[in-house]
C-alpha cells in the first residue's frame, strides 16, 4: 500500500518535472525569445520596439484599425509607429457618414491626423447590408435605392478625394452558405427570407446589378482609387464562397473592360477573421486564385481567435500564445511569398483589449501594448 502511493508521488512528480521542462523547452519566457534587435523581448512596450512595417517595405503596407478616439492618446502614437496604413474600424461606414438622409459627418480631422502623420487612409465601407440606415434601401423604389446608394458613393469619394487611397466598394455580398453553381448571382445575401440572417436589402430592391453600379459610380467619383471588393471566409475552408467571389469579379471585369481606363474592380479583400484552426494551406489556395485574376489582393481584417469554441486552449495560456504566434508566422510566410500580389496586410484590432473579439485575445499587443509572441511572429515569421 505505501510503496504504491509512493510510486504515485514519483509519477506525479515526474509528471510535474515534465510540464517544468515542456514550459522551459517550449513557452516563450521573457528573455528567452531572441529578436535581431538588441534589447527586444517578449513583452516589450510597444514604443521601445522596431517599427512593425519596416519589416515589410517593398513587400506591402502594413495597416490596423483606428477610430477618432484614437487621436491624441497613445493608440495613435503606436499606430503611427508600427503601421503604415489604416482603416476606420466603425467612422466611414454608411450609418456614421450619412446616419441621415442629405447630413453627413465626416471624420475629416482623423484623416487630415492619419495622412499628417504619414500613413495611408483606406476606406471601408461603403455598400453593406449592415451598419446601413434604413432609409438608404428600405421602403424605397428602385430607383431611389440606386439614388440613394450612388448619391452616398459619390459624395464620400467626392470629399476624401486625393486622401483616401482605396475604397471597400462592396462589402460582404455573398451568403456564407454560397451555392456551388458556377452563376455567382446565386451565391448572393437576399432578403428572400427576411428570418434568415445573411440577407442584404441591397440584392432584394435594386437586383445583383447593384455591385456593378456601386463601382462605377466610385470609378466615377474619384477615378484615382482602388476599388475593392471585400468578404470574410474566403479561403479554401469555403471553396464555394471563394469561387463565388473569383466569378464575380471576373465576369464585372470582363463585362466592364477598361471602365476608367483599367478592371472597374482593382482587387480583393479577404477580411481574414482567423482562428487556430484555420489551415493556411487553404489561404494560400485563394491568394493563388484570386491572383489568377489580375487584380490586388488586402489582407483586410486580420486576426486569429485563439480562444473560442473549438478551440484546444479555454483560457489565453502561454501554450495558446504560441500556437497563434505560429499561426500568424505561417500565414506572413505566405503574405510574403506571394507579395507581388498582396497590396496590404491589415490587422483588425490594436490590441486584445480592444478587439471586437477581445474575449478570444486575437491580436499582437496585450491589453498594457506589450507585445505578445504573435508580435515577433510577425516581426519574423521564419523563426518560428
Ligand atoms: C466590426 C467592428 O470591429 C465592430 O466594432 C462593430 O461593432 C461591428 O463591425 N467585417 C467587417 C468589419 O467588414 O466592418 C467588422 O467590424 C468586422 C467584420
Known sequence: ?????????????????????????????????????????????????????????????????????????????????????????????????QYQRGQFTYPDTMVNAVLEAGMQMHGHTLVWHSQTPLWMNTGVSREQAITNMTNHITQVLTNFQGKVVSWDVVNEAMRNDASPSTDWRLSLRKNENPAQSENSRWNQIIGDEYIELAFKAARDADPAAKLYYNDYNLNMSNPNKAYAVYRMVKDINERCPAYGGRKLIDGI?????????????????????????????AISELDIQAVFYGSPYSSFTEDAAKAQAQKYAALFIIFKKYAANISRVTFWGIDDATSWRKESFPVLFDKQYKAKPAFYAVENPNKY
Open 1 to 97: 500500500m505505501n510503496t504504491g502511493k509512493a510510486g504515485r508521488i514519483v509519477a506525479a512528480a515526474i509528471f510535474m518535472a515534465s510540464l517544468v521542462s515542456c514550459n522551459f523547452s517550449f513557452g516563450n519566457k521573457p528573455g528567452e525569445y531572441e529578436s535581431d534587435e538588441p534589447g527586444e523581448t517578449v513583452g516589450s512596450s510597444w514604443d521601445v520596439l522596431t517599427p512593425l512595417h519596416s519589416r515589410y517595405t517593398g513587400q506591402f503596407l502594413l495597416g490596423n484599425i483606428i477610430s477618432p478616439l484614437d487621436l491624441n492618446t497613445v493608440r495613435f502614437n503606436l499606430l503611427k509607429r508600427h503601421f503604415n496604413t489604416v482603416t476606420a474600424e466603425n467612422a466611414m461606414k454608411p450609418d456614421a457618414i
Open 269 to 297: 479583400g479577404m477580411q481574414s477573421h482567423h482562428h487556430l484552426n484555420t489551415d493556411p494551406a487553404t489561404v494560400e489556395e485563394s491568394i493563388q486564385l484570386f491572383a489568377s485574376l489580375g487584380v490586388e489582393i
